[in-house]
């Protein structure tokens, strides 16, 4: 249990071109998904969390109106990033916790396998 | 932000050796976890330690904390070369918002 998924797993796109990364959590309700990037050799760098049904809460210099972010189901969020560059090219993973644990100090996530973003 | 850090960044050893990875933080914690990555792949759960807790163990995997020194250490015993991954340690934000911040990871390269 508590799989979830990513698609793509890879992605190539043209600068200036919009691109939709969706991440499921397959057997499981996830009221809360998170979303990652990560550059070559670096750690995950948190962007926003997403809540199902409100709006995103972005992290401090992430562009909200550039990386939107849509939790319309609890089992899937997606993130669309705008008008992409080669700047944008990363790694991004999401995650998602289980909306039936209750545990207050029990923070288990479960991640996806990731989109490799590539603009060229 | 990343609250951790990790030492050694890299780490190169003979299989059937220990390894040993240290991780740092700077807040309060409710938990510390840790998390192995292969190139290019996601993240995969090791192992979670409670902050009242000092050790714990799974399989070759051993965990220590010490919340007063704000560190955790990873230690993998007998490595084989399948352990060749990345691993980092992250903590929950003290904020309860479930938000996890991530150490910057420590490469491990195990040789055969």
């Known amino acids: 249990g508590a799989v979830v998924s990513q698609h793509p797993s890879w992605v190539i796109c043209k600068s200036g071109t919009s691109v939709k990364i969706e991440c499921r959590s397959l057997?499981?309700?996830?009221?809360?998904m998170f979303w990652y990037r990560q550059f070559p050799k670096q750690s995950l760098m948190l962007m926003a969390t997403?809540?199902?049904?409100?709006?995103?809460?972005?992290e401090q210099g992430v562009e909200k109106d550039k990386f939107l972010i849509n939790h319309a189901s609890l089992t899937l969020s997606t993130l669309t990033v705008t008008s992409a560059h080669p700047e944008d090219s990363s790694f991004y993973i999401c995650?998602?916790?289980?909306?039936?644990?209750?545990?207050?100090?029990?923070?288990?996530?479960?991640f996806g396998p990731g989109t490799r973003l590539t603009v060229l | 932000s990343q609250q951790g850090e990790e030492d050694p960044q890299a780490l190169s050893i003979q299989e059937g050796e220990n390894a040993t990875m240290n991780c740092s933080y700077k807040t309060s914690i409710n938990n510390l976890q840790w998390y192995r990555q292969n190139s290019g792949r996601g993240l995969v759960h090791l192992i979670l330690i409670r902050s009242n807790e000092r050790e714990k163990h799974s399989g070759r995997l051993r965990v220590t904390l010490d919340t007063s020194k704000k560190s955790s250490s990873l230690l993998i015993t007998a490595s084989r070369a399948a352990d060749t991954a990345s691993y980092f340690c992250?903590?929950?934000?003290?904020?309860?918002?479930?938000?996890?911040?991530f150490g910057q990871g420590t490469t491990l390269q195990v040789k055969p």
């Open positions: 992250a903590t929950d934000d003290p904020g309860n918002t479930g938000k996890l911040i």
């Open positions: 057997d499981f309700q996830a009221t809360t």
């Open positions: 995650s998602a916790r289980d909306g039936k644990l209750r545990t207050l100090t029990y923070n288990e996530q479960f």
């Open positions: 997403s809540n199902e049904g409100s709006k995103a809460t972005y």
